[in-house]
């Protein structure tokens, strides 16, 4: 089966950096994305990889590895809005989107 | 950036009733369309992915009578809730996919409450 696992939820400090995980096990692979959900809202993206390696886009960066099934999102200079859920799916052979069950990240002042 | 409009953005009907969700990509086309349902605290769950112009495909355990999509145009999708009851009340979004296939971007949602 496809199965997308990251963790349930994190807690880090206002000003610090924090590293989301994702792991994927999937029918092809056709991208891996990022997305930003606050409650009640839905969500927006955020990075978009299909190449292995490490995209920067400001404070967020995401990285790739299709050999390990790998991804992370990193969050630097940590600021409060960044209190959200992070989403973390990945486009089958299908082109349908998989999708984890998200990571609430929690930013402590 | 491409934007995706849903309409209305939150609606109340009574238990019985049918509702109308439109969800239209403003600046883009898009021949395929997908509709979400998520309830408090969850992750998305895939309802139905439709095409333009051809019946949509629904997930597993989604009722098609019950949820009925209609991808008239490059530009718009509607999902219907007919005969809701209280256990439809969620968090419906939609997306829409550019015609590269490359990106999929979200409208912002319609939360739904079946009094």
């Known amino acids: 089966g496809q199965n997308i696992d990251q963790p349930t939820e994190m807690t880090a400090t206002e000003g610090a950096i924090v590293q989301i995980n994702c792991t994927y096990q999937?029918?092809?692979?056709?991208?891996l994305f990022w997305y930003q959900q606050h409650a009640g809202e839905a969500p927006t993206f955020l990075s978009y990889n299909v190449l292995d390696g490490l995209e920067e886009k400001g404070r967020f960066s995401s990285f790739l590895s299709r050999s390990k099934g790998y991804s992370y999102l990193l969050l630097k200079e940590l600021q409060m809005k960044d209190s959200a859920s992070y989403l973390c799916a990945v486009r089958d052979s299908n082109y349908q989107l998989i999708w984890g069950a998200g990571t609430k990240l929690i930013i402590k002042p | 950036g491409a934007v995706v409009s849903q309409h209305p953005s939150w609606v109340i009907c009574k238990s019985g009733t049918s509702v109308k969700i439109e969800c239209r990509s403003l600046d883009f086309q898009a021949t395929t369309m997908f509709w979400y349902r998520q309830f408090p605290k969850q992750s998305l769950m895939l309802m139905a992915t439709s095409n333009e112009g051809s019946k949509a495909t629904y997930e597993q355990g989604v009722e098609k009578d019950k949820f009925l999509i209609n991808h008239a145009s490059l530009t718009l999708s509607t999902l219907t809730v007919t005969s809701a009851h209280p256990e439809d009340s969620s968090f419906y979004i939609c997306?829409?996919?550019?015609?590269?296939?490359?990106?999929?971007?979200f409208g912002p949602g319609t939360r739904l409450t079946v009094t």
């Open positions: 999937t029918s092809g692979f056709n991208g």
């Open positions: 997306s829409a996919r550019d015609l590269e296939g490359l990106r999929q971007y």
